[in-house]
């Protein structure tokens, strides 16, 4: 998959050893995502032996795309680090659109089996996360909350967008006081994004933290981007059973995470010169 910089089979043809025909590798390679040895908990425990000691901000997100007409869509629960976000869960969901809370406390609850919430800093998540069972769920299993929430919701009786609407750009304020949200007591903290957009988060940090640890949610779209396109096009996949999908899924993680340790290697050796536009 690294030498490839692809998922297809065609082209992981190409880069298998040996002398075999085209089509013999190509067998080889769908017995790969079939092999009922590939479990979830095998994936998660070698990431989890990847990992440093101490706290973790954890960030949950969805990936999808379509293969055909097929809806091919994941839900992802890594942990932030150098950057981006390790997946270290997933699930394939049997529909698109988004996730339902009874999917994402499976997913939590996998994780917390390996993964005691004493090691969590807590978990950011955009809008689509929201919701009063999935809220109480986490306050219940000991897990601080930086979440954004809608300009529509609800807060005490007035909506998001009547409390903050007259915020400005690069301006960040909360309520005087925490507040009921989905039926949760928790502080709101919002601005407004360089592109005009209201951003509220409901939180269980304070004001300074809150931005700090929500910033980092960004860093699972650069995981997604580096496991599609930009990286190891799992696009192309013709693979959609949801058990071969998670199990591809796995694999592709570990040739990502592979090349993200030896980035973080190579940046300690030889710094990457920053430019003077900053990036």
């Known amino acids: 998959m690294v030498t490839a910089r692809s998922v297809n089979q065609s082209d992981l043809c190409a880069h298998l050893p040996g002398a075999s025909s085209l089509d013999a590798k190509k067998r080889r390679v769908e017995r790969g995502c079939r092999d009922p040895q590939l479990t979830g908990p095998v994936f998660l425990a070698f990431l989890l032996a990847l990992l440093p000691p101490g706290k973790l901000l954890l960030s949950m997100d969805r990936t999808t795309w379509e293969r055909g007409e097929s809806p091919l869509n994941l839900l992802v629960l890594g942990v932030v680090l150098h950057g981006y976000t390790v997946p270290l869960v997933w699930t394939a969901l049997d529909h698109d659109g988004n996730s339902g809370t009874v999917r994402r406390i499976q997913l939590v609850s996998r994780l917390l089996k390996a993964l005691p919430a004493g090691r969590w800093k807590g978990l950011v998540a955009d809008r689509e996360f929201i919701g009063g069972e999935w809220f109480r769920f986490l306050r219940r299993k000991g897990i601080k909350r930086a979440i954004r929430i809608r300009k529509n919701a609800v807060v005490d009786e007035l909506r998001v967008d009547t409390w903050f609407g007259d915020l400005q750009v690069g301006e960040v304020r909360c309520l005087a006081e925490r507040a009921n949200v989905y039926g949760e007591v928790m502080q709101v903290v919002a601005t407004r994004s360089p592109a005009g957009d209201l951003v509220a988060i409901a939180t269980d940090f304070s004001v300074w933290d809150t931005c700090m640890l929500y910033r980092a949610r960004w860093s699972v779209e650069c995981t997604f981007a580096s496991l599609k396109v930009r990286g190891f096009d799992v696009e192309r ?10 199990r591809l899924f796995g694999l592709v993680v570990l040739a990502w995470i592979s090349c993200l340790r030896v980035g ?5 050796q030889v710094p990457v010169k920053v430019k003077a536009n900053g990036r």
């Open 237 to 246: 996949t013709g693979i959609t059973h949801p058990d071969r999908l998670e």
């Open 264 to 268: 973080v290697w190579l940046q300690a």
